[in-house]
Structure formats: structure tokens, C-alpha cells
């Protein structure tokens, strides 16, 4: 019947409308969603308890109603926010108050019984209002570290206001980093290799290598991969064919320690969804770091033996590989930058991630 039609696309609306929200969720900043949701609510509770001052019954319900909606999502990011979370003290004390923010959200303030209540509507508005300061402030806790106050340092003496100025400090050296340089004449296949190699350092010479292993593995492989593409036409010569296959062997070594590295950020990273977006990438350098070394072994045994066209086959097939891998630690190299902002308090993870000037 038509009344079944209906419900049945309604209740398809509302399916993909929870399912928009959730996206939505998942792509804004929480902090900066709930600072915005505070102001919001705050606003329209204060234009409640105006209304209702004056008289006006009409727009203390409409103001209350929206803040009581915006409570709401309030509400679903702080409960989206504690289930990614695997730091137990962090979700402790989200849910308390998330609790204690449900019990008060609009349950009086928005009924027309509290509304012709100037005094109890006004203290269920207050109580709503600071419990969803006390959400945000958790969250805030947890993303933002507290900073310590600023000491207040006496003024200096006359005679210090009088000295001569210092001489500036000398410029700290600048971290030396070997640049990837696109060859003017060359094969298409190899000059992709390259390409390839340089769009993953242009990823890693952001961060400084400092106290950063990942960063510095990183680069490496992509000097390697560089050498590779390099020695990509010569396949034929001999030495050239053996350099080939060390390359690849070391190239399969520093797969496996960015494979280690990140592997451990993920494990101390305490929010779910970084944690899975980065073991998804890492579960997939694996098989294309072994497929680099499997091709290039046989390009460097077979090479210039085998018929023209299986041996350009191969050289795409290297060269796809290549670029696969080169794409796959660049976004191993931003999901792990993106991780290390949730860690576990007192992990072993050392990955300082400064970016550089």
C-alpha cells in the first residue's frame, strides 16, 4: 500500500541520513566541532532565558529546542569519540560526564511546564550549559596537553636595559638532504621509477630525520628506489644486473623496518580508527616489497635474453610495482605522523615529528 511505500522510503531516509552523519563525524575535528556546538548551545539558551523574561513563550521553545538538538550530536561525538578510544582513563571520564550532560539535556528546559518557570527553567539551562563545558573540556584535556603558566620575571635592572645588544646567533646548520634529480633523457619506464622515488622524499624531507627512524628509512628507500630507476635501462650489463638485485634486497630491508616502525606507533596509538587506517597500509607492504624483489631478480637473470615484448611486460610490471611501493610508505608516513598524536602515555614509540623550516 501507499502507507508502506511511504514508511519504507522514510525509513531508507533516515538509514542514510545516520550513515551521512556518521561520515561527517569521522571527517570533522571533534575538538573544534565541540567548541563550535558550545557556543552554539550557549547562545540559544541565553535567547531562551531572554524570551522567557519577556514573556515570550514562543521563542524560548524554538531557542531551547535547537539547543536541545545541538546537545544531541553533542552527545553522539562524545560517545563516537570514547569507543575509538582505547585509553581507559580517557573514556572513564568522557562517559561520566556524557552521562551526567544526558540526564540534564532538556528534560525540564524544553517542556512548556518549565517553561513558565523562569527560575527552574533558568537552573536546568545552567546545568545543561556547564555540563557541555565539562564534555568539551575533557576532550580538549585529551587532545591538547595543559600548558604550564608562564613565570612573571621582575623587570631587569638599569644597567642589564643599557647593555649592548648581543650579537645574533649563528644559523643552526641546516640538516643535508640529498635531493632526487628527474633525468633529462630517459626511458619512460625509468624516468616513472624516479618520479616515483622523488614524490615519496618530497613527503619525507617535511619532517626532519632528528630523532625520527621512520623519516630516515623513508628517504633511504626512496634514494634507492632512485638508483634503481637509474640503473633500469642498463639491465643488460652485468654489473648493472647485480646492482639491480642488491637494490632490491635493500629496498626489501627498509620495507621491513618502516613495516616495524609503524607497527609499533599503531600499537600505541590510542584512537581505533588511526590505528586501523595505519595497519591497513602496513599489511600491504609486504606483498609489494616481495614482488619488487621477485621482478627484479628475474629482469636481472633474464634481462636482454628473452623475446622484446616480454621483457618490456616485465619492465611495466617492475615499474607499477615501484610506484605502488613508493605510494604505499608515503601513506604509511602520513598515517604514522597522524597516529603518533594519540599515543598511549609512557609508550616506547620515539618518532619526533618536527617539520622542517
Known amino acids: 500500500t501507499a502507507v508502506d511505500f511511504m514508511q519504507t522510503l522514510k525509513d531508507e531516509y533516515c538509514e542514510r541520513m545516520d550513515h551521512l552523519k556518521e561520515l561527517m563525524d569521522q571527517t570533522t575535528d571533534s575538538m573544534q566541532f565541540l567548541k563550535a556546538s558550545e557556543a552554539q548551545i550557549q547562545a540559544g539558551l541565553k ?33 563516537s569519540e570514547a569507543e575509538n578510544s582505547e585509553d581507559a582513563e580517557y573514556v572513564a571520564r568522557l562517559t561520566g560526564v556524557s552521562e551526567q550532560l544526558a540526564k540534564s539535556a532538556c528534560k525540564k528546559s524544553c517542556t512548556e511546564k518549565s517553561l513558565a518557570s523562569r527560575h527552574e527553567f533558568g537552573q536546568a539551562a545552567d546545568t545543561v550549559g556547564a555540563r557541555v563545558s565539562a564534555v568539551r573540556e575533557v576532550v580538549e584535556g585529551f587532545h591538547i596537553p595543559p600548558r604550564p603558566p608562564t613565570p612573571e620575571l621582575p623587570p631587569p635592572p638599569p644597567e642589564v636595559l643599557a647593555a649592548p645588544e648581543r650579537p645574533p646567533t649563528p644559523p643552526v646548520e641546516e640538516e643535508m638532504v640529498q635531493r632526487i634529480e628527474l633525468p633529462r633523457e630517459a626511458d619512460a619506464l625509468s624516468f616513472n621509477i624516479v618520479v616515483a622515488a622523488r614524490d615519496l622524499q618530497d613527503e619525507a624531507v617535511k619532517w626532519s630525520s632528528k630523532d625520527n627512524s621512520l623519516i630516515s628509512v623513508a628517504r633511504q628507500m626512496a634514494l634507492q628506489m632512485a638508483e634503481m630507476g637509474q640503473l633500469f635501462d642498463a639491465s643488460g650489463d652485468p654489473q648493472s644486473r647485480k646492482q639491480l638485485i642488491n637494490l632490491a634486497k635493500s629496498i626489501a630491508k627498509s620495507t621491513n623496518d618502516i613495516i616495524r616502525l609503524a607497527k609499533a606507533t599503531a600499537e600505541a596509538c590510542t584512537d581505533r580508527r588511526l590505528k586501523q587506517t595505519l595497519l591497513q597500509l602496513v599489511d600491504r607492504l609486504p606483498t609489494i616489497s616481495t614482488q619488487l624483489k ?59 615529528w618536527k617539520r622542517r623550516d
Do not use: F, W, Y
Not at 55 to 76: E, I, N
Not at 302 to 315: F, I, N
Not at 323 to 352: D, H, Y
Open 47 to 79: 535567547t531562551a532565558k531572554a524570551a522567557l523574561a519577556k514573556g515570550d513563550t514562543d521563542t524560548a521553545m524554538k531557542a531551547s529546542t535547537t539547543a536541545a538538538k545541538q546537545v544531541r550530536r553533542v552527545l553522539d561525538v562524545a560517545k
Open 294 to 352: 621477485i621482478i627484479s631478480t628475474v629482469k636481472a637473470t633474464h634481462g636482454g635474453q628473452s623475446d622484446a615484448k616480454s621483457d618490456r611486460e616485465a619492465s611495466e610490471t617492475l615499474v607499477l610495482n615501484a610506484q605502488n611501493l613508493m605510494r604505499s610508505v608515503k601513506e604509511v608516513v602520513q598515517a604514522a605522523q597522524s597516529a603518533t598524536i594519540k599515543l598511549k602515555p609512557g609508550s616506547a614509540v620515539e618518532l619526533m
